[in-house]
Structures are given as structure tokens and as C-alpha cells.
């Protein structure tokens, strides 16, 4: 008897699993690789070069060291936001292995040959309506994932998922940013904004007490070229995150995703999820986690022997259910002709 597999192990989305279906990741996984580069990089010239040069600058109270502690400190924080929000299920809504019950009778315009069209009878709803905090909102049905999509939800073209709340797929992470790690993701690129103003900072004093010892800025930065390479790269680095940082507030603040925001540009519909600045920080920054929609490590044959019938199964059930009929009905007319043979040899025998 073949092992039962695992539902990661047969997984329709493009997405890649690590440590036995643990950790989930995007298609374009390979990107952290740069992004490490661009985090860990400056901070290990930081330290090798100038923090190493701060510790003897404040003996009195050991804040050389302090300096240093906070840098590693902070980046072993920022490395384990990135984990958080690359490596784990943003809200992967489930896909499905049969259309809703209210579709089965229908055919999806995707089977629909080229140049043909489906007959008006056979054309099924493409959007819902439902109502968000009292006003409308339309939902969509997902040809992919056989579901309609909830309210805020949008199907991922590169990770091939609908996730729940879309923002945007990010490629610095290698993952879809939605309703489970959103919140990571804004803790990220904001310590990471944070991580650069510290290194930024700390390699302008640097310079400053080389320019008190040798007497001219210039000739304290020819002593120590690393800070200055420091201070440019984080000050182009800073505008990209804290633009970015900036931006993502502005949304948390009005309650909006990336995806809505360039959608509504042209759109004039009022926003259903607004529900005060206040109220909107506190349900993105402090609300609890979700647990994920789907079980990864869950064994596949566990699902399937509990799901419903597929489409195919009911046309199935149905094809099998009428040749049981037109059986039936044929015996019976191969009855009704024996019958009316013997009752006319009775009669002509008499």
C-alpha cells in the first residue's frame, strides 16, 4: 500500500516548501538570497570597521560595546521579521475540488471553445454582492480555485494562490503579503528603515571624532572610507524603505491594501473597511494572528475521503442512474412483448 502524502506534497500553487512542509515560500524564494546580502553586508563592514573603532571612544560607561550589542541585536530582529513574513501561509484561501453547489449546473466560460459562446441559460454569476459594515462589496469567482473570493481577496499570479486581503507580491521577500503576515511585513521594512538610521548615525559620529582628532573633515574620512561608504549606501537605502515605510502607513491609517489603493485611483467607490485611524492601527498592528486555512502537513487521503462529490462524480452518478433506467425500461418492454405473445397464442389456441 503506497504512504499516504502530505497536503504540501501536492500542492497546485507554485509555491516551495522547506523542512517538511514547515516553512512556505514563494516561487521566487532564490530573491532573499539578495536581500540578505543587502541587510547583512553593511552591517558586518559596520562592525568589522567602525563599531570595533567605538568601543574605547566612551570607556566610562562601556557605550562602545552598547553600540555594537544594539546593531547585532537589532539585525538578528529584522532577519527574524523576513523569516516570519517569507517563510510562512499570508492567508492562502483554499482551494476547492468541485464548483458551489449553485454552479454545478452550469459551464465555466474557460471550457468554452475559442470564437464560441456559452446560451444565456447556461452562464453563471461571475460576481456577488455582499455587504461590508453596511455597504456593498463585490466578490468574484476564481476559475483557478473554484471559489468565490472573499471580500478583500485577489488570486496571486506568480504564487497562483487567492490570498486573503491582498497587498502585492513582493519579490524582496519571495512571498505574497495578505491577512497573516502583513503586520511582519511592516515590522520589517520599518526596523529595516530604523537598522539604517542607526548605522547612518553611528558612522557620522565616527567621523566627527576622527575630524576632532585630525583636525579636518576630509582627512578623517580618508582614515576611514568604510563610514563613508556606510552613510551613502544607507542614505539611498533609506529613501527606497522609508518611502516605502511612509507609504504603508499612510494605508494602515485608512485601512487600505496596496492592491485597493492603485485600483482605486480609478475608482470613485468609498471605502467599506475605513473605520477610523485609530481603529484601523489597531486592527492591523495589535489584532491576533489567524491560524492558516490550510494544513500543509495534513495527510492528503484524509481530505479527499471526507469531500463532497465532484462535478465529474455527480455527472457520473447521474450517466449511471439513467442507463440504470433505460435498462430498466427495456427489460420491462421485453416483458410486455412475451407477455402479448403468449396472450395471443392462448387466444388462437382456443
Given at each position: 500500500m503506497a504512504e499516504p502524502k502530505r497536503v504540501y506534497q501536492v500542492w497546485k500553487g507554485n509555491n516551495k516548501f522547506f523542512f517538511g512542509g514547515r516553512l512556505m515560500f514563494g516561487p521566487d524564494v532564490g530573491s532573499l538570497t539578495v536581500t540578505l546580502i543587502l541587510i547583512l553586508a553593511p552591517v558586518v563592514i559596520f562592525c568589522a570597521l567602525v563599531a570595533r573603532n567605538l568601543l574605547h571612544e566612551f570607556p566610562s560607561r562601556n557605550a562602545g560595546y552598547a553600540i555594537l550589542l544594539l546593531v547585532i541585536i537589532f539585525t538578528i530582529y529584522v532577519l527574524l521579521l523576513l523569516i516570519l513574513t517569507s517563510g510562512r501561509d499570508p492567508g492562502i484561501v483554499p482551494r476547492s475540488p468541485y464548483p458551489p453547489d449553485e454552479l454545478l449546473g452550469y459551464e465555466s466560460p474557460a471550457s468554452v471553445e475559442v470564437g464560441g459562446e456559452l446560451p444565456q441559460n447556461l452562464r453563471f454569476?461571475?460576481?456577488?454582492?455582499?455587504?461590508?459594515?453596511?455597504?456593498?462589496?463585490?466578490?468574484?469567482?476564481?476559475?483557478?480555485?473554484?471559489?468565490?473570493?472573499?471580500?478583500?481577496?485577489?488570486?496571486?499570479?506568480?504564487?497562483?494562490?487567492?490570498?486573503?486581503r491582498f497587498d502585492h507580491h513582493c519579490p524582496w521577500v519571495g512571498q505574497c503579503i495578505g491577512k497573516r503576515n502583513y503586520r511582519s511585513f511592516f515590522l520589517f521594512i520599518s526596523s529595516s528603515a530604523l537598522l539604517c538610521i542607526i548605522v547612518f548615525s553611528m558612522s557620522a559620529l565616527h567621523l566627527k571624532l576622527l575630524a576632532d582628532d585630525y583636525g579636518t573633515a576630509w582627512k578623517a574620512m580618508k582614515q576611514s572610507p568604510a563610514s563613508v561608504a556606510l552613510m551613502t549606501y544607507c542614505f539611498v537605502l533609506l529613501w527606497f524603505i522609508g518611502g516605502l515605510t511612509c507609504f504603508h502607513v499612510y494605508l494602515m491609517c485608512s485601512n487600505q491594501t496596496t492592491y485597493e489603493n492603485f485600483r482605486r485611483r480609478m475608482d470613485s467607490r468609498i471605502n467599506a473597511y475605513d473605520r477610523g485611524c485609530k481603529n484601523n492601527l489597531l486592527e492591523i498592528l495589535c489584532r491576533k494572528t489567524e491560524p492558516s486555512r490550510i494544513k500543509l502537513r495534513s495527510y492528503i487521503h484524509l481530505e479527499v475521503a471526507n469531500s463532497p462529490p465532484c462535478r465529474a462524480e455527480k455527472n457520473s452518478l447521474i450517466e449511471d442512474r439513467r442507463a440504470k433506467v433505460e435498462e430498466d425500461l427495456d427489460i420491462g418492454n421485453d416483458l410486455l412483448k412475451i407477455s402479448q405473445r403468449r396472450a395471443s397464442v392462448e387466444l388462437s389456441g382456443q
Open positions: 454569476p461571475r460576481f456577488k454582492e455582499v455587504f461590508v459594515n453596511g455597504l456593498p462589496v463585490r466578490v468574484k469567482y476564481c476559475d483557478t480555485c473554484m471559489v468565490y473570493r472573499p471580500p478583500r481577496c485577489s488570486h496571486c499570479s506568480v504564487c497562483d494562490n487567492c490570498v486573503e
